[in-house]
């Protein structure tokens, strides 16, 4: 099966366009039927548990989430080091292998509380190996210009799912038991499997080249390093972190909602949750209206007072009825705010560490949930789950009010396309990956009236030295030569200088550099040094330089 991304014509701009693909249509298809496939699975975990206390009951959500907190980052590692569908059929036979046990467990009666909330956990792992390369694997599947299209039929796949599967999950459930789900759920990722098994890649090497010599730890941290210096990157995860501990309250409480509030039996619940679904779908369609309207903060402050409010009702209704036309507006409100936030994260990532970056949004994300989903248990015994939905609706209006002060980013003219602007550095040898710390010194003579201006625009080239490799930074200014500016920045090894010339380095790092370069004394370049650890072994003076490839052995 061979990858076809739709021909550019006049359909580009439907939102279906990306189904031309063949492949993406057949991964779609599959992904949709395992998707239904999780959502009756975790509508089976937790009606077993429906007899247990509430704490046990929300532990489903954190055991499924949990894992993405874990691995997420070390995931993004591997997708972004090694042959992504080869992670990804490893991923499906890990969930085949867990549901297999799962399913035989439960035909067999074995199945007690703390082995699902285990073998649950297990399928968490795999997914959460699973996120990162499917995401990254997007561009091989569709056309560039088609890539937001395919996005938002992602997540029409996800809440198509989530209207189908509860409701059929808690069907199944009721008529013929909990094992079914499973064993349903166990098949689902066949299809995932197969389809990757038959699609022919197009043929290009497997990672970035800059990821290839790092370390699995040195890629880890490089996308710490990065997320830590990017304000418009840590912005969205401060609001995404504001918005899913409140928005965790619906997924952890709906089920003792219905079950203690409503009366309702796992079919019921199945179609409450199946409510929220067909509200999420209708919302993916909506959005673009809504942020043509709202804007990007509008949108995020309008879908996390509408959340509040789905909580408020939840709180005190008493029928049915009132919860599931509360929960259709929930559905809208969730994929809104996320969709939002997930296209401001892609938007501000440059593909050498657009998974890892991913990665971090997904600890975040998955994190608040599995973190606050036992809070929430603990926090329905104490006050009664009136009152612990009304603590969810009063965190989101506040994290609706901080937008005022912690709005999200403008996008306007950021571009994380690559870009290949430095020089090849001038050495008399060839050093080896692995030599360094490497001390890099750039030169600068800044006309007299220009220096304070200098200064506050080299404060952004510092934020992309860090990002891109910098262990330290310092910007300095001659003592004796008051015009003479000196910046220099430690990076670990000259296989992380060379990522930096060759990979790392953006259009928007090239803008900021050249806004800082219009203040230099007229007709002056900057001068750039190299210069290595001289107590590992320095070069004797008048050394030949070296055949490319090659390195001298350094003491």
Not at 375 to 381: H, K, N, Q, Y
Not at 421 to 450: I, K, M, Q, S
């Amino acid at each position: 099966m061979s990858t076809a991304p739709p021909a550019a014509g006049a359909h580009r701009d439907s939102p279906w366009a990306p189904l031309a693909a063949r492949v993406f249509r057949a991964l779609w298809i599959a992904q949709l039927v395992s998707n239904v496939g999780s959502w009756m699975q975790t509508v089976g975990a937790q009606w077993l548990l429906i007899g247990h206390d509430a704490a046990l009951v929300t532990l489903v959500q954190t055991a499924s989430t949990l894992p993405v907190v874990l691995l997420a980052l070390p995931s993004g590692v591997l997708a972004d080091r090694y042959d992504r569908r080869s992670v990804l059929l490893g991923a499906q036979a890990a969930l085949l292998a867990v549901s297999t046990t799962l399913t035989v467990l439960a035909f067999t009666g074995a199945l007690t509380p703390w082995p699902l909330l285990g073998l649950t956990f297990l399928l968490g792992c795999g997914t959460a190996l699973m996120g990162p390369a499917w995401q990254a694997i997007q561009p091989d599947l569709v056309a560039r210009p088609l890539l937001g299209q395919a996005a938002a039929l992602g997540a029409v796949n996800m809440n198509l799912a989530r209207a189908i599967g509860p409701a059929v999950g808690g069907a199944v459930v009721a008529a013929a038991g909990a094992a079914w789900v499973f064993a349903f759920n166990a098949v689902s990722y066949l299809g995932i499997a197969a389809v990757l098994l038959l699609w022919k890649r197009p043929a290009h090497t497997t990672g970035a080249p800059a990821v290839r010599h790092e370390t699995f730890l040195t890629a880890v941290h490089a996308a710490r390093r990065y997320v830590w210096n990017a304000p418009g990157v840590r912005r969205v995860l401060l609001r995404t972190a504001l918005f899913i501990p409140g928005g965790a309250a619906l997924w952890s409480l709906l089920p003792l909602v219905a079950s203690r509030s409503l009366g309702l039996g796992s079919g019921g619940y199945g179609l409450l949750l199946g409510v929220v679904g067909i509200g999420a779908v209708g919302g993916a369609f909506a959005l673009p209206a809504l942020r043509r309207t709202c804007g990007v903060n509008g949108t995020l402050g309008a879908g996390s007072v509408v959340f509040a409010g789905v909580l408020a009702v939840l709180a005190t209704a008493s029928t049915p009825w009132l919860a599931a036309v509360a929960l259709l507006p929930a559905g809208v409100a969730w994929i809104a705010v996320l969709s939002t936030l997930n296209a401001a994260m892609q938007a501000r990532l440059p593909g050498w560490v657009r998974a890892r970056g991913l990665a971090v949004y997904l600890v975040v994300f998955q994190g608040g949930q599995a973190l606050t989903a036992p809070l929430w248990g603990l926090l329905a015994e104490w006050l009664g789950l009136t009152g612990a939905l009304l603590v969810g609706a009063v965190l989101l209006l506040a994290g609706a009010a901080s937008l005022r002060r912690r709005p999200l980013y403008d996008t306007e003219g950021l571009d994380p396309s690559p870009s290949d602007h430095w020089p090849a550095p001038p050495l008399l040898f060839e050093p080896g990956p692995a030599d360094g710390p490497v001390l890099v010194c750039v030169t600068y003579r800044v006309a007299p009236g220009n220096r304070a201006a200098f200064t506050d625009r080299m404060a952004r080239v510092a934020r992309s030295r860090r990002r891109t490799g910098a262990l330290s930074w310092g910007l300095y200014q001659d003592g004796g030569d008051p015009d003479r500016f000196i910046e220099s920045y430690l990076v670990a090894s000259w296989a992380e200088h060379l990522a930096q010339h060759h990979g790392r380095l953006t259009a928007a790092d090239r803008r900021d550099e050249e806004r800082a370069r219009r203040l230099l004394v007229e007709y002056t370049e900057p001068e750039v040094t190299h210069a290595f650890d001289a107590t590992a072994g320095p070069v004797a003076p008048g050394v030949t330089p070296l055949p490319p490839g090659t390195s001298r052995p350094r003491r």
